[in-house]
């Protein structure tokens, strides 16, 4: 399966299974409020374990952007995953 056709439900589900993984945090609820690209090769993923909890940032390098499938959208355009 080519990562760059992943749902936004599978991608979801894979940065629930990443952050548990590296962070030791288990998000069954995860809000995806951003994703942020700085001007280097790492994207940040801006969220929240469920609506109401602080936002937390989680930066990937780019293969484990590549793994969870999220694809790199042009300057300006909407990031978000749940909007």
Excluded: W
């Excluded at 790492?42 to 602080?54: F, L, S, T, W």
Aim: hydrophobic share 30%; aromatic share 4%.
């Amino acid at each position: 399966m080519s990562v760059a056709h992943l749902s936004r439900v599978e991608q979801r589900r894979r940065i629930i299974e990443f952050l548990h993984r590296k962070e030791g945090v288990y998000c069954p609820e995860l809000v995806v409020e951003d994703i942020e690209e700085p001007m280097s090769p790492a994207v940040n993923v801006i969220y929240r374990c469920k609506e109401g909890d602080p936002v937390k940032t989680l930066c990937l390098n780019d293969r484990e952007v590549r793994h969870i499938g999220l694809k790199r959208p042009p300057p300006g355009e909407d990031k978000s995953m749940d909007r």
